[in-house]
């Protein structure tokens, strides 16, 4: 049974910083792309950041520059440092485990939130 177990999120001012962990049972890091979405009030789920199991990076345009995401392997935790936030940045993050062979998210943690004051 594959869980994700979102932590970190909470309330920061703009220009502050979080980091989001997603902690995951059983092994699917070595089957898995990981990537962070995120879904705000009235809007679309939308993607983050991803990180592929070959060790690629790929980041919505709007995040670029500001976040980081990052596995552990060995703690089975994906991560996502989060530098100067914005307002906009405001959202339920979610965690997802996407198969490669179909790249598309089958795994959802139950969401973290972030909310950024001005």
């Known amino acids: 049974q594959v869980q994700l177990v979102e932590s970190g999120g909470g309330l920061v001012q703009a220009g502050g910083s979080l980091t989001l962990s997603c902690t995951t049972s059983?092994?699917?890091?070595?089957?898995?792309?990981m990537g962070w979405y995120r879904q705000a009030p009235g809007k679309q789920r939308e993607f983050v950041a991803r990180s592929h199991v070959v060790g690629s990076t790929y980041y919505i345009d709007s995040v670029k520059g500001r976040f980081t995401i990052s596995r552990d392997p060995a703690k089975q935790t994906l991560y996502l440092q989060m530098n100067n936030l914005k307002p906009e940045d405001t959202a339920m993050y979610y965690c997802?485990?996407?198969?490669?062979?179909?790249?598309?998210?089958?795994?959802w943690g139950q969401g973290t939130q972030v909310t950024v004051s001005s």
């Open positions: 997802a485990a996407i198969p490669v062979e179909t790249m598309t998210p089958r795994y």
């Open positions: 059983g092994d699917i890091f070595s089957l898995n792309h």
